[in-house]
Protein backbone atom coordinates (compact mmCIF):
# COMPACT_ATOMS: atom_id res chain seq x y z
CA UNK A 1 0.00 0.00 0.00
CA UNK A 2 1.59 3.13 -1.18
CA UNK A 3 1.84 5.53 1.64
CA UNK A 4 2.78 9.76 2.36
CA UNK A 5 3.22 10.02 5.92
CA UNK A 6 4.15 13.30 8.20
CA UNK A 7 5.47 13.32 10.76
CA UNK A 8 2.73 14.92 13.22
CA UNK A 9 -0.57 15.70 12.77
CA UNK A 10 -1.40 18.14 14.82
CA UNK A 11 1.45 20.78 16.05
CA UNK A 12 1.67 24.40 18.64
CA UNK A 13 4.16 26.16 18.12
CA UNK A 14 4.81 30.17 19.26
CA UNK A 15 6.06 33.00 17.37
CA UNK A 16 9.01 32.92 16.44
CA UNK A 17 9.81 29.32 16.78
CA UNK A 18 11.97 27.79 14.36
CA UNK A 19 9.91 24.96 12.67
CA UNK A 20 9.99 21.32 11.18
CA UNK A 21 7.35 19.28 9.38
CA UNK A 22 9.06 15.96 8.24
CA UNK A 23 7.22 14.21 5.26
CA UNK A 24 8.42 10.47 3.62
CA UNK A 25 6.88 8.56 1.10
CA UNK A 26 7.69 5.04 0.44
CA UNK A 27 7.41 4.93 -3.48
CA UNK A 28 10.14 5.93 -4.88
CA UNK A 29 8.88 9.19 -6.47
CA UNK A 30 11.12 11.97 -7.72
CA UNK A 31 8.42 14.45 -7.50
CA UNK A 32 7.62 15.56 -4.10
CA UNK A 33 5.60 18.87 -3.03
CA UNK A 34 4.28 21.21 0.02
CA UNK A 35 1.02 22.80 0.21
CA UNK A 36 -0.80 24.51 2.53
CA UNK A 37 -4.69 24.55 2.92
CA UNK A 38 -6.42 27.36 3.52
CA UNK A 39 -10.42 27.75 4.38
CA UNK A 40 -11.75 29.56 1.08
CA UNK A 41 -8.45 29.64 -0.67
CA UNK A 42 -7.64 25.53 -1.11
CA UNK A 43 -4.55 24.35 -1.55
CA UNK A 44 -1.72 26.88 -2.45
CA UNK A 45 2.16 25.58 -3.51
CA UNK A 46 4.26 26.40 -1.27
CA UNK A 47 7.80 24.61 -2.73
CA UNK A 48 8.59 21.20 -4.68
CA UNK A 49 11.46 19.68 -5.51
CA UNK A 50 12.05 17.75 -8.67
CA UNK A 51 15.45 15.29 -7.09
CA UNK A 52 17.08 15.45 -4.46
CA UNK A 53 18.87 18.31 -3.34
CA UNK A 54 16.98 20.14 -5.62
CA UNK A 55 13.94 22.57 -5.30
CA UNK A 56 11.73 24.96 -6.72
CA UNK A 57 9.69 28.09 -4.91
CA UNK A 58 6.18 27.65 -5.36
CA UNK A 59 3.51 30.36 -4.80
CA UNK A 60 3.72 31.27 -1.44
CA UNK A 61 7.48 30.51 -0.36
CA UNK A 62 8.03 33.67 1.44
CA UNK A 63 8.49 32.47 5.27
CA UNK A 64 9.49 29.08 4.44
CA UNK A 65 12.61 26.88 2.98
CA UNK A 66 12.68 23.12 2.67
CA UNK A 67 15.02 20.47 2.41
CA UNK A 68 15.67 17.48 0.28
CA UNK A 69 18.82 15.28 1.18
CA UNK A 70 17.18 11.63 0.35
CA UNK A 71 15.07 11.27 -1.98
CA UNK A 72 12.15 9.66 0.24
CA UNK A 73 11.87 12.50 2.49
CA UNK A 74 10.72 16.49 1.97
CA UNK A 75 11.04 18.82 4.63
CA UNK A 76 9.25 21.88 5.17
CA UNK A 77 10.81 24.78 7.48
CA UNK A 78 9.36 27.91 9.01
CA UNK A 79 12.04 29.81 9.79
CA UNK A 80 10.97 31.92 12.36
CA UNK A 81 6.69 30.66 12.24
CA UNK A 82 4.49 33.63 12.77
CA UNK A 83 0.53 33.55 13.29
CA UNK A 84 -0.09 33.91 9.73
CA UNK A 85 1.53 30.58 8.97
CA UNK A 86 -1.75 28.75 11.11
CA UNK A 87 -2.79 26.60 8.46
CA UNK A 88 -3.32 23.05 7.57
CA UNK A 89 0.47 21.59 5.59
CA UNK A 90 -0.20 19.00 3.15
CA UNK A 91 2.22 17.00 1.20
CA UNK A 92 2.58 14.81 -1.58
CA UNK A 93 4.34 13.05 -4.41
CA UNK A 94 4.01 12.40 -7.74
CA UNK A 95 6.39 9.96 -10.07
CA UNK A 96 9.11 10.71 -12.84
CA UNK A 97 9.10 12.86 -15.53
CA UNK A 98 5.70 11.88 -17.14
CA UNK A 99 3.89 12.94 -13.97
CA UNK A 100 1.57 15.15 -15.24
CA UNK A 101 -1.65 12.65 -15.79
CA UNK A 102 -0.56 10.98 -12.71
CA UNK A 103 -2.21 10.57 -9.51
CA UNK A 104 -0.83 12.76 -7.03
CA UNK A 105 -0.29 11.01 -3.54
CA UNK A 106 -1.07 13.14 -0.45
CA UNK A 107 -0.16 12.74 3.30
CA UNK A 108 -2.75 12.92 6.09
CA UNK A 109 -1.73 16.69 6.79
CA UNK A 110 -0.21 18.38 9.59
CA UNK A 111 -2.33 21.41 11.65
CA UNK A 112 0.21 23.57 12.82
CA UNK A 113 -0.98 26.17 15.41
CA UNK A 114 1.06 29.57 15.95
CA UNK A 115 0.33 30.87 18.65
CA UNK B 1 -1.56 31.29 -16.33
CA UNK B 2 -3.91 28.17 -15.82
CA UNK B 3 -6.73 28.77 -13.06
CA UNK B 4 -9.17 26.29 -12.03
CA UNK B 5 -12.82 28.06 -10.76
CA UNK B 6 -15.21 25.66 -8.81
CA UNK B 7 -18.61 26.35 -7.51
CA UNK B 8 -18.73 28.00 -3.98
CA UNK B 9 -19.86 25.88 -1.49
CA UNK B 10 -21.15 24.83 1.06
CA UNK B 11 -23.67 22.75 -0.50
CA UNK B 12 -26.36 20.70 1.66
CA UNK B 13 -28.34 17.59 0.03
CA UNK B 14 -30.73 14.99 1.32
CA UNK B 15 -29.24 11.24 1.12
CA UNK B 16 -30.29 10.37 -2.33
CA UNK B 17 -30.41 13.66 -4.08
CA UNK B 18 -28.58 14.67 -6.98
CA UNK B 19 -24.86 15.85 -6.86
CA UNK B 20 -23.56 18.60 -9.74
CA UNK B 21 -20.09 20.30 -9.22
CA UNK B 22 -19.22 23.09 -11.29
CA UNK B 23 -15.85 23.15 -12.29
CA UNK B 24 -14.11 25.19 -14.95
CA UNK B 25 -10.33 25.64 -16.18
CA UNK B 26 -8.43 27.86 -17.87
CA UNK B 27 -5.25 26.17 -19.58
CA UNK B 28 -2.55 27.32 -22.25
CA UNK B 29 -2.08 23.67 -23.42
CA UNK B 30 -4.13 20.36 -23.07
CA UNK B 31 -4.41 19.37 -19.19
CA UNK B 32 -5.25 16.07 -17.31
CA UNK B 33 -8.04 16.98 -15.09
CA UNK B 34 -8.54 15.47 -11.76
CA UNK B 35 -11.44 15.79 -8.55
CA UNK B 36 -9.86 14.40 -5.23
CA UNK B 37 -11.46 14.80 -2.39
CA UNK B 38 -10.85 14.99 1.35
CA UNK B 39 -12.87 13.26 4.32
CA UNK B 40 -13.23 15.40 7.67
CA UNK B 41 -9.67 14.66 9.45
CA UNK B 42 -7.61 13.20 6.50
CA UNK B 43 -5.54 14.27 3.31
CA UNK B 44 -6.53 14.35 -0.29
CA UNK B 45 -7.01 11.33 -2.54
CA UNK B 46 -7.87 11.00 -5.80
CA UNK B 47 -11.89 10.53 -6.63
CA UNK B 48 -11.08 10.55 -10.49
CA UNK B 49 -9.61 12.00 -13.58
CA UNK B 50 -9.68 12.51 -17.30
CA UNK B 51 -6.43 13.26 -19.25
CA UNK B 52 -7.71 14.51 -22.61
CA UNK B 53 -11.03 15.81 -24.25
CA UNK B 54 -14.49 13.48 -23.82
CA UNK B 55 -12.96 11.71 -21.74
CA UNK B 56 -15.05 10.48 -18.52
CA UNK B 57 -13.67 9.37 -15.30
CA UNK B 58 -15.59 7.37 -12.84
CA UNK B 59 -15.62 5.99 -9.53
CA UNK B 60 -17.99 5.26 -6.22
CA UNK B 61 -20.47 6.40 -8.80
CA UNK B 62 -18.85 10.06 -9.10
CA UNK B 63 -18.46 10.46 -12.76
CA UNK B 64 -17.12 13.70 -15.13
CA UNK B 65 -16.59 14.25 -18.54
CA UNK B 66 -13.71 16.42 -19.58
CA UNK B 67 -15.42 18.97 -22.26
CA UNK B 68 -12.56 21.14 -24.36
CA UNK B 69 -15.28 23.06 -25.88
CA UNK B 70 -17.10 24.51 -22.38
CA UNK B 71 -13.49 24.10 -20.55
CA UNK B 72 -15.22 22.27 -17.94
CA UNK B 73 -15.42 19.37 -15.98
CA UNK B 74 -18.30 18.91 -13.70
CA UNK B 75 -18.71 16.41 -10.93
CA UNK B 76 -21.95 14.76 -10.84
CA UNK B 77 -23.55 11.65 -8.82
CA UNK B 78 -27.11 10.16 -9.18
CA UNK B 79 -27.43 9.90 -5.61
CA UNK B 80 -25.44 10.63 -2.79
CA UNK B 81 -25.10 9.18 0.48
CA UNK B 82 -24.30 10.12 3.72
CA UNK B 83 -20.77 9.45 3.71
CA UNK B 84 -20.30 11.52 0.67
CA UNK B 85 -19.68 14.31 3.10
CA UNK B 86 -16.79 16.10 2.20
CA UNK B 87 -14.41 18.30 0.25
CA UNK B 88 -14.16 18.19 -3.15
CA UNK B 89 -11.53 19.91 -5.30
CA UNK B 90 -11.07 20.09 -8.90
CA UNK B 91 -7.50 20.27 -10.29
CA UNK B 92 -5.40 20.19 -13.05
CA UNK B 93 -2.05 19.26 -14.34
CA UNK B 94 -0.44 20.71 -17.49
CA UNK B 95 1.16 17.83 -19.82
CA UNK B 96 3.72 20.76 -21.17
CA UNK B 97 5.11 20.89 -17.73
CA UNK B 98 5.39 17.38 -16.48
CA UNK B 99 6.29 16.36 -12.93
CA UNK B 100 4.85 20.13 -11.61
CA UNK B 101 2.44 20.94 -8.90
CA UNK B 102 -1.26 20.94 -9.79
CA UNK B 103 -3.25 23.87 -10.16
CA UNK B 104 -6.03 23.55 -7.27
CA UNK B 105 -9.52 25.32 -7.11
CA UNK B 106 -10.79 26.19 -3.80
CA UNK B 107 -13.05 23.54 -2.99
CA UNK B 108 -16.78 22.72 -2.33
CA UNK B 109 -17.71 21.24 0.75
CA UNK B 110 -20.51 18.72 0.74
CA UNK B 111 -23.23 18.09 3.31
CA UNK B 112 -25.32 15.05 2.94
CA UNK B 113 -27.85 14.50 5.83
CA UNK B 114 -30.23 11.56 6.08
Known amino acids: DVKVTQSSRYLVKRTGEKVFLECVQD?????MFWYRQDPGLGLRLIYF???????EKGDIPEGYSVSREKKERFSLILESASTNQTSMYLC??????????????FGPGTRLTVL | GNSVTQMEGPVTLSEEAFLTINCTYT??????LFWYVQYPGEGLQLLLK?????DKGSNKGFEATYRKETTSFHLEKGSVQVSDSAVYFCALSDREQAGTALIFGKGTTLSVSS
Open chain 1, 49 to 55: SYDVKMK
Open chain 1, 27 to 31: MDHEN
Open chain 1, 92 to 105: ASIPGLAGAHNEQF
Open chain 2, 50 to 54: ATKAD
Open chain 2, 27 to 32: ATGYPS
